[in-house]
């Protein structure tokens, strides 16, 4: 099982823009995607960007498609999400994911989980 830990949520206001990190504790070499989730209160765990680890081929949900961007450094074992834009609908606990399986980037059936790093939208 991968140790993920996520880092750069906070508080911001409309319209500004944040970073969120995440560290894979080993070897990421098996690891066939990694994906951004979000939970906010009262609702469900929503996909908010994926990325297939060998091609760093990307899928976003149409909520966010133009503000998010997610990217990966190989060789830091390690996944970015650069939030633009945000909206106090953003608030949210954001979570990393990963996966060795075969998945389609749509899919939000990964193996391993982050804690989590709250991402807070408000002026």
């Known amino acids: 099982q991968v140790q993920l830990r996520e880092s750069g949520g906070g508080l911001v206001q409309p319209g500004a823009s944040l970073k969120l990190s995440c560290t894979a504790s080993?070897?990421?070499?098996?690891?066939?995607?990694m994906g951004w989730f979000r939970q906010a209160p009262g609702k469900e765990r929503e996909l908010v960007a994926s990325?297939?680890?060998?091609?760093?081929?990307?899928n976003y949900p149409d909520p966010v498609k133009g503000r998010f961007r997610i990217s990966r450094d190989i060789a830091k074992r390690a996944v970015y999400l650069q939030m633009n834009s945000l909206q106090p609908e953003d608030t949210a606990v954001y979570y990393c994911?990963?996966?060795?399986?075969?998945?389609?980037?749509?899919?939000?059936?990964?193996?391993?989980w982050g804690q989590g790093t709250q991402v807070t939208v408000s002026s």
């Open positions: 994911s990963a996966t060795s399986r075969w998945i389609q980037l749509d899919s939000q059936d990964y193996d391993d």
């Open positions: 080993e070897r990421t070499s098996s690891t066939y995607a």
């Open positions: 990325i297939r680890w060998r091609d760093g081929t990307t």
